[in-house]
């Protein structure tokens, strides 16, 4: 019976490659010259540090695109509050992993909806999609993409 899931995973490998590459630009650029601005990365969260608020909002904008061109989506990143302070702002970024109940809950609501003949399970931090027939899931990947829910997906293990 075809199947697939729905995940929200980011690559945490390409998000390290994508942070060395906007540090490498952070470090070469003419208007952060002289500054402590940087990035740093620990397991699931990224924290920006600047000497403004505006420098921080910068080197958000250089991350993002880095990441867009890694293909990292940036509905996946939980932004903090900058914390600014005399020569010193500080910005904790999070990275989310896995999809929590709630829009689990949506998304078995919105493949009900349908009245197609498919099934949704909740699988820990993944939704599952099964039915007999491929064209009702692929219909149901289309229309999970149009529900924008808010959050990064991807769909994986699409069995046949």
Do not use: C, W
Not at 18 to 45: C, L, P, W
């Amino acid at each position: 019976m075809p199947s697939f899931d729905v995940v929200s995973e980011v690559d945490l490998h390409e998000l390290r490659n994508a942070v060395d590459q906007a540090s490498r630009e952070i470090n070469t650029r003419y208007d952060f010259k002289g500054s402590n601005a940087r990035i740093e990365q620990t397991d699931t969260s990224l924290n920006l540090l600047a000497e403004s608020e505006f420098q921080i909002q910068q080197i958000q904008d250089i991350l993002y695109k880095k990441m867009a061109k890694r293909n990292i989506d940036i509905l996946a990143l939980d932004e903090g509050k900058i914390d600014a302070a005399p020569k010193k702002a500080q910005q904790t970024i999070s990275v989310k992993q896995g999809i929590d109940k709630e829009i689990g809950r949506k998304i078995v609501k919105l493949v009900k909806d349908r009245k197609l003949k498919v099934q949704a399970a909740i699988q820990g931090e993944q939704v599952r999609i099964t039915g007999k027939n491929r064209d009702d899931l692929q219909q149901i990947m289309s229309d999970i993409k149009q529900a924008n829910l808010g959050i990064a997906m991807q769909f994986v293990n699409f069995r046949d």
